[in-house]
């Protein structure tokens, strides 16, 4: 199902009404959560709805898709850093529910095989929030990924790379390397929601939604999965034929 909403506060208001009613509808389920500049507007709203109408997160377990290889938990720009900021310290969640994948493993083939045990101990994830890169990225699961993917160290696309320089005070700072929950693991969740705001995604959100399924697209996968809602504001939707 697609979905087009006039701006991005509508699109966030949105998204985050969908994450709060699978939160009141499975309270002791399971979210799979994004970084990234686009979810930051529901994750505020969120905050919102726990602050004033009690929204609990207090039995709820989240798993994010992402983080940088090479940055401590506590680094300014991992997306650990980036979840407590945005989200987990402003609601009551439990930290040991929290989970983002350390960017620090000694052994990350070890890492990611225990990631995706634990996702599986969890009951599997009830909502997988997403964003797309501006090359048709999932995650960071760059073009050439394969669609059975699993967790893993990934090669930063040049593209994605720059894409993500803005949050970093010099360019040769963003880290070349991630670990990232792959297509495989993702497409596992009940439900998928896609989030993407702005002209610069319309490419991306058209080749995925209404081009072919190849892994020069990872999004396009999504076209797999029999339960998926993209939330897109009107500029980012202004390249599909049909809506
Ligand atoms: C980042 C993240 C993705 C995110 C995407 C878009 O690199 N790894 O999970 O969806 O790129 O980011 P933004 O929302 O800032 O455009």
């Known amino acids: 199902m697609v979905e087009v909403l006039a701006d991005y506060q509508l699109v966030s208001n949105r998204a985050a009404g969908i994450i709060a009613d699978q939160i009141r509808a499975t309270p002791r389920g399971v979210i799979g959560l994004a970084t990234g500049g686009t979810p930051v507007g529901a994750y505020d709203r969120l905050v919102a709805l726990h602050q004033t109408q009690g929204l609990d997160f207090s039995n709820l ?4 898709l992402d983080e940088y ?8 720009q991992s997306y650990h850093s980036f979840m407590w ?8 969640i439990r930290a040991s529910h929290a989970h983002v994948v350390s960017g620090l493993a000694h052994d990350f083939d070890q890492a990611c095989a225990e990631w995706e045990h634990r996702i599986e101990a969890s009951g599997g994830i009830d ?8 090359n048709g990225h999932i995650a960071f699961n760059e073009p050439g990924s394969t669609l059975t993917s699993r967790t893993r160290v990934v090669e930063l696309a040049e593209r994605t790379v720059q894409d993500n320089a803005r949050f970093f005070d010099r360019p040769d700072e963003v880290p070349r390397t991630a670990v990232t929950m792959g297509i ?9 929601l896609l989030m993407a705001t ?3 995604k319309a490419h991306a959100v058209a080749v995925a939604l209404e081009g072919p399924v190849t892994s020069d697209v990872p999004a396009s996968a999504l076209q797999r999965h029999a339960n998926v809602h993209v939330l897109l504001d009107t500029a980012a939707a202004s390249q599909l034929n049909s809506v």
């Open 198 to 200: 702005g002209d610069h």
């Open 184 to 192: 495989g693991t993702i497409l596992e969740a009940r439900r998928l």
């Open 61 to 64: 377990t989240t798993f994010n």
């Open 85 to 92: 900021q945005h989200l987990f310290s402003h609601v009551n």
């Open 127 to 134: 909502l997988q929030i997403l964003g797309i890169g501006s």
């Open 69 to 76: 290889v090479g940055l401590s938990p506590d680094h300014p």
